[in-house]
């Protein structure tokens, strides 16, 4: 077969040129653009392995965003927190020299200015923003976490970092967790407030030894603790002491204790002691009498915020029983001031019976309670009025979650089901009483919680009214345990603006509750408490006192509940209420009381000894935040540190799957460049052969 130059061509130049031509123009694209292919068809096996390492590196780089993002807050708030720590400092060490009895009222001033001025400052890092968002406000980053009144304003949202697939972490401290915030690790303490001291002091021929003082301690006798009107306990004299509280468990006791004039306070403290539930294998609380003769009972339980106390005191010097009475009521006859006794100045209709208090709030007294002495009262004493609100001060506890109620709670999830029919609110009364918006109508208002049907009652108009669950339809009168605090709320806001229905159907019923809603409104505050707002007055001339129909009654099961009470004052608590404390604290400062005093100045003021354990345990939850703060930040760092490891471990996996090595291109393009120039002078010494080569 004769060869001739076009097969030649074909077969040795053509096809040999293509392919270098090809290999050099991809080569040479790889090295202008830096990347092995560019489109899906050159190497699918490629693309689709750069296509998922660009995917991950997207979501990388979210990733560190999202966390640095994060980080920046978290340690932005534990500087702020720092800076928290070392005023609370101050603040506590301010308060040990406002206790030291060496400063007088002008240092005393100047160190309660000082203090004001660090809640100023503390209140101003409170409300510290980055970029015009607030740290302490939940997810309300526009709300100012603190208004002027110390209250908070925003929510108790976290806010997340995302860190991982299926990978979130907080970055954030809620002002609801800072400064509302629970510490279960604390227990709950509370003391009386009037001042106690031996008064056989009070009346030197009745002293009973030269070694007695003032002072009260648990090894002092009956005589010396409640006093008496002759020089020797023969007749002996019975001390009856009315007791009213609640247990950790949320409840109730009710109970009267007599003893004699040999018996010592600590067997006052003894019987105490077991209301709550002591035994000699078992103390659940602690019951003690401090320096200035308040009893002080610290609950043993962690966690808790239940635990109350009330008590009176009485003695009939005549020897009668005018002491021993089976309602409280009956000792409002009787004498609260020994001096008065034992100078017979009395004016009290019984001057012999002598009536201790050892609470005082200040409050008055409701419609149907004692009204000469005000430390008789527990219970059934009338919401304070600031303004146009009129609050409560009681704060209702659910038992099982120890938080605050809110208006969907169902009251019995507050209130003791163990008394009367247990495990049932059935056959409960609660009163309802005051002076409407009006300020001239009075209302009594009983509410029946039944089983059957709960109602409530206006004893003035002799109505009976259903009280219906305003979110059904074909409504009933609602079943005593499923009444909540909404159905509550909307009664008190119906009586006291004086709207009770026009008549028995849930029509009435409904627009009664509508026409209420235009002049008042009735609510749970932040921390649990009933409060009315006058929507008509700016200084309302409405009352409110709600409580158990049994309160007073000592032959009567305990009150199921309190809203308003005459009891113990807290000094610590579980539950934290900052720039509150922090209020109180400085108050008892600026009055001078170290301990609490309902004699002199704000009556419920807690004294600096017992401000300054509230401190320690305001202390304590701080520290435990702030500690979850640089816990926050420790695991965003390290998150980050990862997170940026992983980023340029995918950037170079990346690259050595896609990049191309420029040293192996150039070295495979000088190649290729070689290989099409051989090839070319081949082809061309082939060309250039005459005939006598081929013969």
């Known amino acids: 077969m004769r060869v001739t130059p076009s097969m030649f061509y074909n077969s040795i130049y053509q096809k040999n040129s293509t392919n270098i031509n090809n290999e050099l123009f991809d080569v040479n694209k790889q090295i202008s653009s830096g990347l092995k292919i560019q489109y899906a068809n050159e190497d699918v096996p490629v693309f689709a392995q750069t296509m998922r390492l660009d995917n991950e590196i997207t979501i990388l780089s979210q990733i560190k965003l999202s966390t640095e993002n994060g980080y920046k807050v978290s340690n932005q708030t534990d500087s702020i927190m720092n800076e928290f720590s070392d005023l609370m400092n101050r603040f506590r060490t301010l308060l040990l020299q406002g206790s030291n009895d060496t400063n007088d009222e002008t240092a005393r001033n100047a160190i309660a200015s000082e203090l004001r001025g660090i809640e100023k400052n503390l209140r101003s890092l409170a409300n510290t923003s980055i970029g015009g968002k607030y740290l302490f406000s939940g997810s309300a980053l526009d709300v100012q976490p603190i208004d002027d009144n110390g209250i908070y304003q925003g929510n108790d949202d976290r806010l997340d970092a995302f860190v991982g697939s299926n990978n979130k972490q907080q970055f954030n401290i809620s002002g609801a967790d800072l400064f509302l915030g629970e510490n279960t690790s604390v227990n709950r303490q509370i003391t009386t407030n009037v001042v106690s001291t031996n008064l056989l002091m009070k009346y030197p021929a009745l002293q009973a030894t030269a070694a007695d003082t003032e002072e009260l301690s648990a090894s002092s006798d009956m005589r010396q603790f409640m006093g008496d009107t002759d020089n020797t306990s023969a007749p002996a004299n019975t001390y009856y002491f009315y007791l009213r509280g609640t247990k950790s468990d949320g409840t109730n006791f009710n109970s009267k204790v007599s003893l004699s004039d040999n018996d010592k306070v600590s067997d006052l403290l003894n019987e ?364 965003l760092d390290q998150s980050l540190q990862r997170v940026q490891i992983l980023d340029v471990t995918t950037q170079t996996l990346r690259s050595s799957v896609i990049d191309t090595d420029i040293a192996e291109a150039s070295l495979k393009l000088q190649q290729l460049t070689i290989n099409y120039q051989a090839m070319l002078s081949t082809v061309g010494k082939v060309s250039d052969l005459s005939l006598v080569n081929y013969i």
């Open 272 to 635: 105490i002691g077991k209301l709550y539930g002591n035994t000699g294998a078992k103390q659940v609380v602690n019951v003690s009498l401090n320096s200035t003769g308040q009893i002080v009972i610290q609950d043993k339980i962690n966690g808790s915020s239940n635990i109350d106390f009330h008590m009176v005191g009485a003695v009939d010097f005549s020897g009668g029983a005018a002491a021993d009475v089976a309602t409280i009521d009956a000792l409002d006859s009787g004498e609260s001031s020994f001096d008065n006794i034992i100078n017979l100045t009395s004016t009290a209709a019984n001057p012999d019976l002598y009536v201790r208090e050892f609470t005082k709030s200040g409050f008055t007294s409701a419609t149907g309670a004692p009204a000469n002495i005000e430390g008789l009262v527990y219970d059934r004493t009338a919401f304070s009025i600031d303004g146009s609100t009129i609050s409560s001060n009681v704060p209702q506890i659910i038992k099982d979650t120890n938080g605050f109620a809110e208006p969907a709670t169902k009251l019995s999830e507050v209130f003791d089901l163990s008394q009367g029919t247990a495990d049932t609110l059935d056959g409960t009364q609660l009163r309802l009483t005051g002076t409407t918006i009006d300020g001239v109508n009075p209302y009594d208002i009983t509410i029946n919680l039944d089983s059957a049907g709960s109602t409530f009652v206006d004893n003035i108009g002799a109505t009976t009214y259903d009280i219906f669950n305003m979110d059904t339809t074909g409504r009933v009168a609602t079943d005593a345990d499923e009444v909540t605090y909404q159905q509550l709320l909307d009664v008190i806001n119906m009586a006291v603006t004086g709207n009770l229905p026009a008549g028995a159907t849930d029509a009435d019923y409904d627009t009664a509750i509508e026409d209420s809603r235009l002049s008042g409104d009735s609510y749970l505050t932040y921390d649990g408490k009933i409060a009315f707002k006058d929507l008509t007055n700016g200084n309302t001339q409405a009352s409110i006192s709600m409580y158990d129909t049994n309160s007073g009654d000592f032959t009567a099961d305990p009150s199921v509940v309190a809203f308003n009470a005459n009891n113990s004052l807290t000094i610590k608590d579980p539950k934290n209420d900052f720039f509150k404390s922090l209020d109180e604290m400085i108050r008892s400062v600026e009055e001078y009381k170290v301990f609490p005093d309902a004699e002199t100045g704000t009556e419920r003021s807690l004294g600096m000894e017992n401000a300054i354990a509230r401190m320690d345990a305001l202390q304590d939850h701080f520290f435990s935040m702030h500690a979850r703060v640089g816990a926050q930040s420790n695991t």
